[in-house]
């Protein structure tokens, strides 16, 4: 079974940066390769970024591109997600996932989702 917790989520001015963490509760944890994705209401959940096992491929959504960075500490089963220059829009629940990693192509697994952390960006 494996449980995946994020936190680091709040509330952030416009400008502000704030770093999202999720917590693997599984020994494979650096085996797989892992995502953040997001929902604001009334959206779709959307893909935000990923990572692959070993941190040497990244990939990010065009929206965040350039001031989201994505790692992974797999000595600790935790990955990150640094969010600088927040816009309004970066306002949603944000969702860490397990999933498999093709070049820079990220697959979900519907399975392996944590429960969100809310992020709230006031204009």
């Known amino acids: 079974q494996v449980q995946l917790v994020e936190s680091g989520g709040g509330l952030v001015q416009a400008g502000g940066s704030l770093q999202l963490s999720c917590t693997a509760s599984?020994?494979?944890?650096?085996?797989?390769?892992m995502g953040w994705f997001r929902q604001a209401p009334g959206k779709e959940r959307e893909f935000v970024a990923a990572i692959s096992w070993n941190g040497a491929v990244t990939s990010y959504s065009d929206s965040v591109k350039d001031r989201f960075t994505i790692s992974r500490d797999n000595a600790k089963n935790m990955l990150y997600l640094q969010m600088n220059s927040l816009k309004f829009e970066d306002t949603a629940v944000y969702y860490c996932?397990?999933?498999?990693?093709?070049?820079?192509?990220?697959?979900?697994?519907?399975?392996?989702w944590g429960q969100g952390t809310q992020v709230t960006v006031s204009s």
């Open positions: 996932n397990r999933g498999t990693m093709n070049r820079y192509t990220y697959r979900p697994n519907d399975n392996y």
């Open positions: 599984v020994r494979t944890f650096s085996s797989f390769a």
